[in-house]
């Protein structure tokens, strides 16, 4: 992926921590699915973007052991890998309207 595009997904991660699974980013659905394991840029990526989701729904700044962030890092990046999936086949996914960088539900 190109350098600006990652830092261009790394502010609408911090800025954006609310956006829908449909509204998430083909790229990273793309990245996501044709990787074995998360990069570094995805764990960048995810661990941003569920911080700044957790901190905006709790109303403050939320510190969370590095295990914790590890384990949504993952469960995140496995959705993301679905939802690219269901992108190909052109069908809708169960999670599309729920938020993209929430791990609620998903363990």
């Known amino acids: 992926m190109d350098p600006l595009m990652e830092e ?3 502010l609408l991660a ?3 921590p609310d956006i829908l699974c ?3 980013p083909l790229e990273i659905l793309e990245e996501s699915a044709s990787e074995a394991e998360p990069t570094r840029y995805l764990e960048e990526f995810f661990a941003t973007g569920y911080t700044a989701w957790l901190s905006k729904k709790h109303g403050r700044r939320v ?4 295990e914790m962030i590890d384990r949504a ?3 995140l990046w496995f959705r993301a890998s679905l939802l690219n999936t269901s992108r190909m086949m052109g069908q809708p ?3 599309d309207a729920l938020p993209f960088f929430s791990d609620e539900e998903l363990y």
């Open 8 to 10: 261009d997904f790394l």
């Open 73 to 75: 890092i993952l469960v």
């Open 22 to 24: 449909s509204e998430a």
């Open 14 to 16: 911090a800025e954006h």
């Open 93 to 95: 996914n169960n999670d």
């Open 63 to 66: 510190r969370l052991p590095k």
